[in-house]
């Protein structure tokens, strides 16, 4: 059987593929319900099934509400929700309510180490899906006064080196490198707040200040997701966009949140017209790929295939592929089965993302081809 010409078609319109991703927010909390202790009169704005549900999980009430608003007005599918830890500890069924969580801090407080564990367990259990971003790291062990954070110290994606930086600094763009968290990010600079971080072995850099201190990292290897970010992410709180901060500042934690949760930046989903094929038939097919974000997203597609009697080979090798801000195709295909294709089930998976490990999604259709 001519394997290539059956499954070429779906990189020739696609540039790769993917599936839709469902499931999100599957603890035990409702939804759209604000747990946040001492919450004031602060109420969220309840998540559609498209919006990525994230938990921003802080030590102040006001900084929490001020990023909450900011992000809502800033950042596009995603919904927001606040939990101030600062004397209680949030559960894992209380974080399990939601697709990620952001923890930051702004000054050291005694619960720390509660939280650290909670958010441990989270990751190393669970397959939590965490960002963390700055004063994290004024509360690590090594810090003078610290709580600590207890064993999440080992797992974050950046540790602490210096604590936080109180002078200007921007990104180096020759250290960025092409991920989904880096997505159309092509500059970030603040007047403070930043830096003071080293990386956490084993974990991988995406980008570093012009000092070369590490600005954000990740790490996939626990079975959950994580992200570093050595920046606050309360910003707008204290300072003013434009003038305190600037560049690619929403976008760098929109992607974050994003892909720590499990939302691919690209999404497609293929449609077979049918289960059941013959040799000398059509194979027919709707493509559906979409651009997730507001930006063009740059990453690689491939298409492996499970063929009866033979088993995976590699049908499209990997290569690049551009779609433009908010992109939307679909299509629908057809090709011509030959008649010496060999009866069986068949699976084509197609992969996207940016190699050599970093997979946005996938998707896989079956078919059975018979007399």
Known sequence: MNRTVIFAMILVVAGASAVLVAGY?????????????GSGNYVPEAPTDDDVYCLLLANSYSDLTATAQDFADNMYGLAFDIFDCVTVTPTIDQLQAYDVVLLFENGIFANAPNVGAVIYDYVTNYDGRVVFATFVWQDWSTWPAGYGWGLMEGICPLIEAGGCEYNYDELDPGSIVPHAVTAGVTS?????????????????????????????????????????????????????YGIDFGGDFHRVFENALKWAAGMPSVTINLVPDAVFYHPGGTLGYTAILANQTDVAQTFWG?????????GQVEVISPRPVTLGPGAYIEKHMAHPIPM?????????????????DDLWDQDTFQFEMVP
């Open 302 to 310: 491939k298409v492996v295939a499970d063929v009866p009697g033979i």
């Open 340 to 356: 010496a294709a060999p009866l069986g089930t068949y699976a084509a998976t197609a992969m996207i993302g940016q190699p050599p």
């Open 188 to 240: 970030l600079w603040c007047t403070s707040f930043h830096g003071g971080t080293a990386m956490q072995p084993g974990a991988t850099g995406l980008a570093r200040w012009s000092d070369q201190t590490p600005a954000m990292a990740y790490d996939a290897t626990t079975g959950g997701r994580m992200v570093a970010i050595s920046i606050f992410p309360a910003y707008e709180n204290h300072g003013n």
């Open 25 to 37: 927010g599957s603890g035990t909390v409702e939804r759209g319900k604000a747990i946040a202790e």
